[in-house]
């Protein structure tokens, strides 16, 4: 099973021209251009009402800000603007499921960034939250093929998101992490060997509504450094094309079609367990997505993720 995540498409808004200088960070971290303070929460408050609202529009529910998410979007856009480039990327190779989930994120999570060049060096919060709510209808209002981040922004499925601004010099760039919750994991390290193996425990949030349906483990190699030229190329991100699915037990002495009889206890309330093991010779991150599907016959979507770097 693949599960494609957000493309990548980008917005570049060139404003009137001006002169630039570096912006500053003051003592409290607050972030400013070089004469004036920008109220982030404040724009970042009227943003989520905004997204809220177009998924109302669309008949998708609201969704609620996330601190960890907030704070893997928040030091992407920083970076993003610090070293002007525009990537699911960062300097280091990481995609947005290993700095979310390697910080101890466990729901699935999908991203949408994008950028405006040209921002007046005086730019306050007036005229920076104009840009980021001008980015925000550009995304909302693409059409098909191209509308990655229209469909990220109105995925029913989402429950939380982080939002990351950031404004460096006549660069601003802006981070959404959109995040699917429905599973709750017992805690488990993000860091292993290859060899070990872990038992991953969880349980679906609303059993009475869903159900655990499977479990897909990917592996890639171990993520390195990216130049700057690397990350200004635009390409799309995914998972790796093939993965390791773990089902549920059968217990009624019935196989699947691969002749397996299943490798996930599935209990009352929702409550699963399944031992997940990494090989000896494949160091690398090793991401498992968990998936539930609403009813019987409902289409399963991804509800829950767990992150390890194996080395």
Known sequence: MRCRLAGWWFLVLVLLPGAHPESAVDAAGAQTTNETKVDFDRIQRELLDVINAQRARAG????????????????????????????????DGFLPYMRYGLRGGTAY????????????PRA????????????????????????GHRRTILNPEHTHVGL???????????????????????????????GDRLNVVGQVLNPDAYAFYAAAVYHEPLPQPLTLERLRQPRPYALPETSRMLKPRLTDGSQYTDGKTGEVEVGAGGRFKFELSFPKREPGVYTTLVFVQRGVKGKPFPAGSLCFWVE
């Open 60 to 91: 998708a529910p609201p969704v609620a800000l996330d601190d960890l998410a907030g704070q893997v979007a928040e030091a992407h856009a920083q970076e993003m603007a610090q070293y002007n480039y525009l990537s699911h990327w960062n300097r």
């Open 164 to 194: 990351g601004l950031a404004v460096v010099g006549k660069e601003l760039r802006l981070a959404q992490e959109f995040l699917s919750r429905y599973i709750r994991f017992e805690p488990l390290p993000t860091k292993a060997r290859p």
């Open 109 to 120: 999570c999908a991203e949408n960034v994008s950028m405006l060049s040209g921002l007046s």
């Open 124 to 147: 306050g919060t007036a005229e920076v939250r104009e840009a980021i709510l001008q980015l925000q209808q550009s995304m909302h209002d693409e059409t098909p093929p191209n509308d």
